[in-house]
């Protein structure tokens, strides 16, 4: 069993940056793949961004690339999403996902555990 548990939400102005945590415990956190998705209210959960165990492959939706940046640390179990120029069009919970199979991952239906969310408003 993995213990996924996301912070770092809030309430930003657009233009502004904020960013999310994701520690993962209860297997090596070296050898999960780990991804961000989001739903904003009445939409589906969307793809963000992805980095495999290692850290050497990331991927990334259009929508966001450019703005975001998904890295992590592995000594520290934790997994980041840094979120820079943010838009009103970003505003959503934000889960993060572990997959045990190590791999950077765009598909939600590949992910193992899933965190209970944050949420992230964007304000004019």
């Known amino acids: 069993q993995v213990h996924v548990v996301e912070s770092g939400g809030g309430l930003v102005q657009a233009g502004g940056s904020l960013r999310l945590s994701c520690a993962a415990s209860g297997r090596t956190f070296s050898t999960l793949g780990m991804g961000w998705f989001r739903q904003a209210p009445g939409k589906e959960r969307e793809f963000v961004a992805t980095?495999?165990?290692?850290?050497?492959?990331?991927y990334y939706a259009d929508s966001v690339k450019g703005r975001f940046t998904i890295s992590r640390d592995n000594a520290k179990n934790t997994m980041y999403l840094q979120m820079n120029s943010l838009k009103l069009e970003d505003t959503a919970v934000y889960y993060c996902?572990?997959?045990?199979?190590?791999?950077?991952?765009?598909?939600?239906?590949?992910?193992?555990?899933w965190g209970q969310g944050t949420q992230v408003t964007v304000s004019s």
């Open positions: 980095i495999n165990w290692g850290g050497g492959t990331t």
């Open positions: 996902a572990a997959d045990l199979a190590g791999w950077a991952y765009t598909a939600p239906d590949e992910y193992d555990y």
